[in-house]
T-cell receptor
Framework: AQKITQTQPGMFVQEKEAVTLDCTYD???????LFWYKQPSSGEMIFLIY??????QNATEGRYSLNFQKARKSANLVISASQLGDSAMYFC????????????????FGIGTKLQVIP | DAGITQSPRHKVTETGTPVTLRCHQT?????MYWYRQDPGHGLRLIHY???????DKGEVSDGYSVSRSKTEDFLLTLESATSSQTSVYFC????????????FGPGTRLTVL
């Protein structure tokens, strides 16, 4: 079973509009973390936002917010006021403890969503 | 930006040849990781290191080996490259395993003909 599911291979959004990128996850651990990364066409991986499983409030970083619904195991990324520079691949990822690993926490990535912002 | 460099940035090689990719960090972070990125798969962990000479396998480690003789360097070796190892390889670092952020290098595009 996939640990991280991103069901939207591609999304379009009009410039200045808000867009939500979906991410659901699967874990039996109580302590875990969720990330979103952006990968523009230039190829680098850019960290956007992080949400811990015990964080009571949704994480926000500028125009990015993470809509964390623990019971539904979803961690959707919301980008407000989209800009042309937001066009990129977006990856959701989760870290969770790996048993018998001496404390190492495994990170699993989803397959990504390609966002295109239309002028 | 975190100080992570990867070399080479691009490489074309032939099937059966050995290839070594280097990741160098200036952040003195304890954990280092090698991922490969392929369309439809996202990023998949190949190997990771939790200290000098301390390494372990990730989910797609077959055909790869790693070494870490210094804190700042993490080497990924393909002993005998195959076409299925054509990919983009990313190195990443984190200060601790229970990190809130993982910093990525610029990536290495490897083509095995």
């Amino acid at each position: 079973a996939q640990k991280i599911t991103q069901t939207q291979p591609g999304m379009f959004v009009q410039e200045k509009e808000a867009v939500t990128l979906d991410c659901t996850y699967d874990t039996s651990d109580q302590s875990y973390g969720l990330f979103w990364y952006k990968q523009p066409s230039s190829g680098e991986m850019i960290f956007l936002i992080y949400q811990g499983s015990y964080d009571e409030q949704n994480a926000t970083e500028g125009r990015y917010s993470l809509n964390f619904q623990k019971a539904r195991k979803s961690a959707n990324l919301v980008i407000s006021a989209s800009q042309l520079g937001d066009s990129a691949m977006y990856f959701c990822a989760m870290r969770e403890p790996l048993s018998n690993s001496g404390g190492y926490q495994k990170v699993t990535f989803g397959i990504g969503t390609k966002l295109q912002v239309i002028p | 930006d975190a100080g992570i460099t990867q070399s080479p940035r691009h490489k074309v090689t032939e099937t059966g040849t050995p290839v070594t990719l280097r990741c160098h960090q200036t952040e003195n972070h304890r954990y280092m990781y090698w991922y490969r990125q392929d369309p439809g798969h996202g990023l998949r962990l190949i190997h990771y290191s939790y200290g000098v000479k301390d390494t372990d396998k990730g989910e797609v480690s077959d055909g790869y080996s790693v070494s870490r003789s210094k804190t700042e360097d993490f080497l990924l070796t393909l002993e005998s490259a195959t076409s299925s190892q054509t990919s983009v390889y990313f190195c990443a670092i984190s200060e601790a395993s229970s990190y809130n952020e993982q910093f990525f290098g610029p990536g290495t595009r490897l083509t095995v003909l």
